[in-house]
């Protein structure tokens, strides 16, 4: 019997790209997948939650490792059960993408970098309704200077979420950045 890895799909890119709604149809068009976002487990913290800052320092990088750990803790319990977990964050550095790769040994990590333009980004955030991107930008460099190279990079400027999920789907081996 041939063993297959679980494969686990990361979809990340700074706020406003497109990772939620990217990660919720791509889950939709795999036979059998759950979304794990992770800023809805970072919402679970009630009390006591400080937001991202800039440098990622203190309590806020202890709860952002957190979300983290708690993402790859219900990635994995998916795919024991046979799912394929599709999970999305702001991921902006290599020591966080390699925190995702430590805690899901054993399964073929694919991560998926959403780069649109910044100028889109606030386009499309000005429909969003009281969420916004403009306020995180500042991540773009670190985020392109820290992960170039790892993954699939996907400029989504002129892609609709169908036409994203299609060119995964058609570049899943270029996705790839882990496999035991």
Request: contains cysteine; hydrophobic residues 40%; aromatic residues 8%.
């Amino acid at each position: 019997m041939n063993f297959r890895p679980p494969e686990i799909w990361l979809i990340s890119g700074i706020p406003g790209a497109g990772k939620t709604t990217v990660a919720r149809a791509l889950a939709a068009r795999l036979e059998r997948a759950a979304h794990v976002e992770g800023e809805q487990l970072w919402q679970q913290i009630v009390s006591g939650r400080e937001m991202p800052n800039p440098t990622l320092e203190g309590e806020s990088e202890r709860q952002y490792e957190l979300v983290i750990r708690n993402q790859c803790l219900l990635a994995r319990s998916y795919a024991e059960a046979g799912f394929t977990p599709v999970l999305d964050f702001v991921v902006v550095t290599q020591t966080h993408l390699e925190a995702y790769q430590n805690y899901l040994v054993g399964g073929a990590l694919r991560f998926v970098a959403l780069a649109p333009s910044t100028q889109v980004i606030a386009e499309r955030d000005a429909g969003r309704g009281g969420k916004t991107g403009n306020t995180w930008q500042h991540l773009d460099p670190t985020f392109k200077t820290e992960l170039t190279g790892r993954g699939l990079w996907l400029d989504t400027s002129d892609l609709g979420v169908d036409e994203t999920v299609e060119a995964m789907l058609a570049r899943t081996d270029e996705a790839l950045v882990h496999r035991v």
